[in-house]
């Protein structure tokens, strides 16, 4: 019980909830609705007694001449016109109805988008909040709005409920007590109903993002690519069978639950207005209500009753609805971990600000850091010191860390343990913002997108999307130039399979344009990790002169595998398993003839 009253004051919320987002989304609207929805309520029984009026008037008619049947006819017409007020009025709810899903849609859309685009990056890796995520985005749609419509119903059926009830109690109290009794087992048998079905939804989150992966790897054309040449795509179509077929099977036998149970308590809730008619006629053969006013009561009684009903089952709608609405409420309500400083400290700016310094230096000062889904350290106690306007190489076999390093220094990630400086201020005083537009970072997942080259390239600082002059600079920089002249549409040319008259690039043309994107943006920092995996030998080579002689005055932390390249950094930092094990131009490092003289040398012989 007391967990059913704390469920109910959480409906409450939610309804409080979602009126206020409709209240903010367009006020005029919403206040019309209401009192559109007051008039609705008050039509129809003006419409009984009118009806009770007529019935009363004509049964003391003694004859049929327009004369005498002149004020009837007068009421009838009266009624009339009500009852046709009250279908325009029905009407025009529906089409408020929906108006108000679609604006109530727009703005969820919406805040669902902005809420996923300021998560952590930890959250993404973490199963309970996709299971959270998942829950929220396939329902924010529907639910809400639901929850929108359970409200302003509710708040109708109240109201009838309500101006019923004063009509109902005139005749006797006692029948009001009854109406109410009777609908209390329907309730409960809702409840329970409307419990269960989330209980499997909930559980079930986990088999619909398996379902979700599994589905959405036949929308990848990689996968497509795999799925013909291993012929492994019926493997994945059973799993999708299997898991649907699972899913399902819990749902419907809830809903033959809902059926048979929902029945009874239907059955059952009939019962007072079964005696309440017959009591009505007795009192009609004693002559102690006119026909009129036995219509009238009739009429306020089936109103009444299915005013009842209704509530209740918008209550239960409203409860289980709700069941989804606090999960979408948990996950808009969902805290970053990774805290930000709203305002760089004004004693700290000076040394940050773009402008006043072009001189940046980096520091990791004794970090410790292991991956929150993991128990593996990544580092320990790891230092490393990178000067203003050095030009740093970071190799390492796969897995030592050096992406790692890259994300820590963004904060996608926070250390366990230690500090990381930008020209000596701890990087968790400044801004997040501020923090991330001292950087140009390509990483080695990059990612392009089913627009322009234009609109591709501008990506890197979208406030230059008009500045074609720095486009085309930023295009030269990183070989792009040359492939996009070729395109049909040039820089306007869309680019991807996706939509119409698009071309498609080759990957090292799209590693090319995502490198151009970095070029756009005007850091002092540039960060480029595995920037020409995909880049032929004799292009990676132009772009890192341009990248070594134009970008003299900026710090530069790069990662390659290719040693050709990597020759030319002012520095190299050979990683292994979080640990710098060598550290020294590239003479320096051959001299030592250790790890990196080792790598190089194996590379230079395979080519020679
Ligand atoms: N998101 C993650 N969650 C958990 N562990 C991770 C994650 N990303 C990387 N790791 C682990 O952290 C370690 C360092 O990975 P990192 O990506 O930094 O290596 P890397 O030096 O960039 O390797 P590569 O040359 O393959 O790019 C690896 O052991 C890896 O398994
Ligand atoms: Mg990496």
Redesign the pocket.
Same mark, same amino acid.
């Given at each position: 019980m007391k967990n059913k009253i704390s469920q109910l004051i959480e409906l409450v919320r939610s309804l409080v909830w979602i009126l206020k987002i409709s209240y903010s989304i367009n006020r005029f609207k919403f206040i019309v609705r209401i009192f559109v929805t007051i008039f609705y309520v008050v039509l129809p029984i003006i419409s009984y007694w009118l009806l009770k009026q007529i019935i009363d008037t004509s049964l003391v008619l003694k004859s049929t001449s327009i004369d005498v049947i002149k004020p009837v006819l007068y009421l009838i017409a009266l009624k009339v016109s009500f009852d046709v007020g009250w279908y325009f009025l029905d009407s025009f709810l529906e089409g408020m109805f929906k108006i108000m899903r679609f604006d109530l849609e727009a703005y969820f859309a919406v805040v669902m988008v902005k809420k996923l685009n300021q998560m952590d990056i930890e959250f993404f890796?973490n199963s309970n909040f996709l299971d959270l995520k998942q829950k929220a985005l396939d329902t924010y749609s529907w639910r809400t709005t639901d929850m929108l419509n359970i409200a302003f119903w509710s708040f109708y059926n109240l109201m009838q409920i309500g101006v019923q009830s004063i009509i109902v109690i005139q005749i006797n109290p006692v029948w009001l007590i009854l109406l109410f009794l009777f609908q209390i087992p329907a309730i409960i048998i809702l409840l329970k109903i409307g419990q269960s079905a989330w209980n499997i939804w909930d559980a079930d989150s986990t088999t619909r993002r398996k379902y979700t992966y599994f589905s959405n790897l036949f929308e990848n054309l990689s996968y497509i690519k795999e799925f013909m040449l291993y012929g492994v795509g019926d493997y994945f179509i059973n799993k999708i069978r299997q898991l649907i077929g699972e899913f399902h099977f819990n749902q419907k036998k809830i809903e033959r639950k809902r059926v048979v149970y929902g029945f009874g308590g239907i059955l059952l809730s009939n019962f007072p207005g079964l005696y309440i008619t017959v009591s009505l006629l007795i009192m009609l053969i004693n002559r102690q209500i006119t026909p009129g006013l036995l219509t009238f009561y009739l009429s306020n009684l089936a109103a009444f009753s299915l005013a009842l009903s209704n509530l209740v089952k918008n209550i239960n709608y409203g409860y289980e609805a709700n069941l989804y609405i606090k999960e979408i409420r948990r996950f808009l309500e969902m805290k970053n971990k990774i805290d930000n400083v709203p305002v760089l400290d004004p004693s700290l700016s000076t040394s940050l600000e773009v402008g006043m310094t072009n001189n940046y230096e980096i520091e990791f000062r004794n970090i410790s850091f292991g991956?929150?889904?993991?128990k593996?350290k990544?580092f320990s106690s790891f230092s490393l010191n990178i000067k203003s306007n050095q030009k740093i190489a970071l190799v390492?076999?796969?897995?030592?860390?050096?992406?790692? @390093?890259i994300?820590l220094l963004c904060r996608f990630y926070d250390v366990q343990k230690g500090k990381i400086f930008i020209n000596g201020v701890d990087i968790n005083n400044i801004p997040l913002e501020e923090l991330r537009s001292r950087f140009a970072v390509l990483f080695?997942d990059y990612v392009g997108y089913d627009l322009t080259v234009e609109e591709n390239i501008a990506m890197g600082a979208i406030d230059k999307i008009n500045k074609r002059k720095e486009i085309i600079n930023a295009s030269k920089m990183a070989g792009v130039l040359e492939f996009v002249n070729k395109l049909p549409n040039k820089y306007q040319q869309l680019l991807g399979a996706t939509f119409e008259g698009s071309e498609q690039l080759s990957i090292g043309q799209w590693q090319r344009i995502a490198l151009a994107k970095v070029f756009m943006r005007n850091s002092p920092i540039i960060i480029l990790?595995?920037p020409t995996a995909a880049v032929d030998a004799k292009t990676e080579n132009e772009i890192f002169n341009k990248v070594m002689s134009l970008i003299k005055n900026k710090t530069v932390l790069m990662?390659s595998?290719r040693f050709s390249t990597v020759r030319q950094a002012d520095e190299i930092v050979v @990683?292994k398993a979080?640990q710098i094990i060598e550290r020294g131009d590239h003479n320096k490092l051959m001299k030592i003839n250790g790890e990196y003289a080792t790598m190089f040398n194996i590379q230079a012989k395979a080519y020679n």
């Open positions: 890796e991956y929150p889904n993991s593996r990544v390492g076999e796969n897995g030592s860390g050096k992406t790692t @390093l994300k080695q990790d595995e990662v595998h @990683l979080g």
